[in-house]
T-cell receptor
């Protein structure tokens, strides 16, 4: 099993550009989440999904969209990147009641 | 909303000594789980230990143990016989037992642990 994979590992954008951070898991997990990590802030929840076709907002959803068309994939979209979205992004997945497995993270810089 | 507080931004310990990292949380739920995650410079999130709220017994994993005080809403991590490889950022995290939460985690801001020879 590859576990949770994220692409790309690094990305630099200009303000106003759009992009999609990819997340995939091969463990057939129902639950998936996106977090962002900023210095001194810990990890904060952006969006989460409780199954294919079902998503909901977390603590810091503004500026981000998600969809979950399959169990395996949970992409995070930035429609118009802003410097405030410079961060490290983590995707995670879990089965019901079990621990979350994290991807390796994507470091995003918005100039 | 549940909040998790780690009051120690940085801690230092000598190799082979014991260190305790503090965490408090606030919740009105009765069904929840608590976790400690380790994040080394590689930034990979590694689960260290978990505690189910309904269990009175404190969780232990080799050199890592917790002191879970449910009434005080306190969840500290004790690292015994500290090793250089323990140097990392440590995060305390809360998870609701309600599946509608997506089993997503609420994290504290982290404690940076330095291990000196």
């Amino acid at each position: 099993n590859a576990g949770v994979t994220q692409t790309p590992k690094f990305q630099v954008l200009k303000t106003g550009q759009s992009m999609t951070l990819q997340c995939a898991q091969d463990m057939n997990h129902e639950y998936m989440s996106w977090y962002r990590q900023d210095p001194g802030m810990g990890l904060r929840l952006i969006h989460y999904s409780v199954g294919a076709g079902i998503t909901d907002q977390g603590e810091v959803p503004n500026g981000y969209n998600v969809s979950r068309s399959t169990t395996e994939d949970f992409p995070l979209r930035l429609l118009s990147a802003a410097p405030s979205q410079t961060s490290v992004y983590f995707c995670a997945s879990s089965a019901r009641g079990n621990e979350q497995f994290f991807g390796p993270g994507t470091r995003l810089t918005v100039l | 909303a549940q909040t998790v507080t780690q009051s120690q931004p940085e801690m230092s310990v000598q190799e082979a000594e014991t260190v305790t990292l503090s965490c408090t949380y606030d919740t009105s739920e009765s069904d929840y789980y608590l976790f400690w995650y380790k994040q080394p410079p590689s930034r990979q999130m590694i689960l260290v230990i978990r505690q189910e709220a309904y269990k009175q017994q404190n969780a232990t994993e080799n050199r890592f143990s917790v002191n879970f005080q449910k009434a005080a809403k306190s969840f500290s991590l004790k690292i015994s016989d500290s090793q250089l490889g323990d140097a990392a950022m440590y995060f305390c995290a809360y998870r609701s037992g309600n599946s509608n939460s997506g089993y997503a985690l609420n994290f504290g801001k982290g404690t940076s642990l330095l291990v000196t020879p």
